[in-house]
């Protein structure tokens, strides 16, 4: 039976570039709701016609047109041996949805949540700092420019982006943690859950990803 990768993290955790990883080894598609909503926005079909009006009004997509969405993307070739959702589900009501698609695909789900302490995401966040000129990303605590406040690379000063800074970081990470704890509960319950510490560096983390996931029945 091919798998649904599901997978979470808080800001900052990692989770974007273990599931990267995860899609180059396996060659399962890394799908992101906000680029295919984007992407089926664009379509000239019901959904995507119906996607576009409410993106462009600013209102947020239902969770049953989520779902259609969910479901058009991953009945593509390129889905047929399993894929990877990053970004979904991000409530009960869509991890529900998820189940009757997964019965429908024949398909299991894997839930890997990547932890990292609060204080590793603090100093992973806060200390991002990015190249006004060329986009080059540094952090002041694990990766800081040669001269401080300056790239490396064309010696243009470097920005902290406004949703970087510690006190809207700290709202960010409580808010993450509300909305997922009901998720983690339920794919909990079953033994469904992989969890993986992501402080480690980023191979020790997908080695240890990768062993306790069993891809052998995918």
């Known amino acids: 039976m091919s798998k649904i990768i599901v997978m979470i993290g808080a ?15 396996y ?19 019901e959904l995507g016609r119906d996607l576009k009006g409410i993106l462009s009004s600013g209102n947020l997509v239902s969770d049953d047109i989520l779902a259609e969405v969910i479901k058009a993307r991953t009945s593509k070739d ?19 949805l998820l189940e009757d698609l997964a019965v429908k695909q024949d398909r299991s789900i894997v839930f890997v949540r ?18 006004t000129r ?8 694990f990766r800081p420019p040669q001269k401080e406040g300056l790239c490396d690379v064309d010696g243009a000063p470097l920005a902290q982006r406004s949703d970087d800074t510690a006190e809207t970081v ?7 943690k ?13 033994g469904r859950l992989v969890e ?22 995918s």
């Open 11 to 25: 800001p900052g955790a990692g989770k974007g570039t273990q599931a990267r990883l995860l899609s180059e080894k």
């Open 27 to 45: 060659a399962y598609p890394q799908i992101s709701t906000g680029d295919i909503l984007r992407e089926m926005a664009q379509s000239d079909t």
């Open 78 to 96: 390129d889905c047929s041996s399993g894929y990877i959702l990053d970004g979904y589900p991000r409530n009960l009501n869509q991890a529900r």
């Open 114 to 131: 990547v932890i990292v302490h609060m204080d590793s995401l603090l100093r992973r966040l806060t200390g991002r700092r990015t190249c």
């Open 134 to 141: 060329c986009g080059e990303i540094y952090n002041v605590y």
């Open 170 to 176: 700290i709202r960010r990470l409580e808010a993450y």
């Open 178 to 190: 509300a909305s997922t704890a009901p998720l983690v509960d339920y794919y909990n319950q079953d």
């Open 196 to 217: 993986v510490p992501g402080d480690l560096p980023v191979e020790q983390v997908f080695e240890k990803m990768c062993g306790l996931i069993d891809f052998s029945a």
